[in-house]
């Protein structure tokens, strides 16, 4: 019993893991510097490895693309 219960729970890790993020970064989230983004989504939403319209559903996950919305503010050099 106790083995199938961490099996579930591992599961649900797992799963939570392949599902989440989503391709909004919530408020209590850090931002993500621009370099890591291969594409930044001003106009679509990111999606992946690039960017679709925000009238489109996602379906491949996170990958390096970034919405624009998502990008830390560069601060200037004082």
Same mark, same amino acid.
């Given at each position: 019993?106790?083995?199938?219960?961490?099996?579930?729970?591992?599961?649900?890790?797992?799963?939570? #893991?392949? /599902?989440?993020?989503? $391709?909004? !970064?919530?408020?209590?989230?850090? &931002?993500?510097?621009?370099?890591? *983004?291969?594409?930044?989504?001003?106009? #679509?939403? /990111?999606?992946?490895? $690039?960017? !679709?319209?925000?009238?489109?559903? &996602?379906?491949?996950?996170?990958? *390096?693309?970034?919405?624009?919305?998502?990008?830390?503010?560069?601060?200037?050099?004082?």
């Amino acid at each position: 019993m106790l083995h199938a219960l961490a099996s579930l729970a591992f599961g649900v890790a797992l799963w939570i #893991g392949i /599902a989440g993020p989503s $391709t909004h !970064i919530e408020a209590d989230e850090a &931002c993500v510097p621009r370099e890591q *983004c291969c594409r930044v989504c001003d106009k #679509g939403q /990111a999606c992946g490895n $690039t960017c !679709i319209s925000r009238a489109k559903q &996602c379906h491949v996950g996170r990958g *390096c693309a970034c919405n624009a919305s998502e990008i830390c503010e560069e601060r200037p050099l004082e």
